[in-house]
Nanobody, 130 residues
Framework: QVQLVESAGGLVQAGGSLRLSCAAS??????????MGWFRQAPGKEREFVAA????????YYADSVKGRFTISRDNAKNTVFLQMNNLKPEDTAVYYC?????????????????????WGQGTQVTVSS
């Protein structure tokens, strides 16, 4: 099992940028063989999918609400996954979680649910002011 720790989030003005990272512990082979994803949860709402990246980094998948603004990437040598968030909007305010999933996970709206992911970080708060 992969243990995940997100970097600190923060407070940013609308239109600004923020980069989140998520460091994995455990064996390097475990991280590099895991699909990685980011989810978020706003107060009173369910946890929702944001972005995912395959174990090799060769495939990515985004929620429509962040497509063109957010970029997910990974560095398997450093056991870290990143989420670059640009042109942030107040509706992006949420607790952001990184997650690890099996390498065979296929990216689709049907599979990008919390139940498809096995390990979770503790979450980090991102607040976007208008």
């Amino acid at each position: 099992q992969v243990q995940l720790v997100e970097s600190a989030g923060g407070l940013v003005q609308a239109g600004g940028s923020l980069r989140l990272s998520c460091a994995a512990s455990g064996s390097g082979r475990t991280f590099s063989s895991s699909a990685m994803g980011w989810f978020r949860q706003a107060p009173g709402k369910e946890r929702e999918f944001v972005a995912a990246i395959s174990w090799s980094g060769g495939s990515t998948y985004y929620a429509d609400s962040v497509k063109g603004r957010f970029t997910i990437s990974r560095d398997n040598a450093k056991n870290t996954v990143f989420l670059q968030m640009n042109n942030l909007k107040p509706e992006d305010t949420a607790v952001y979680y990184c997650a690890a999933g099996p390498p065979w996970l296929r990216f689709s709206t049907a599979t990008m649910t919390p139940a498809s992911w096995g390990s979770w970080g503790q979450g980090t708060q991102v607040t976007v002011s208008s």
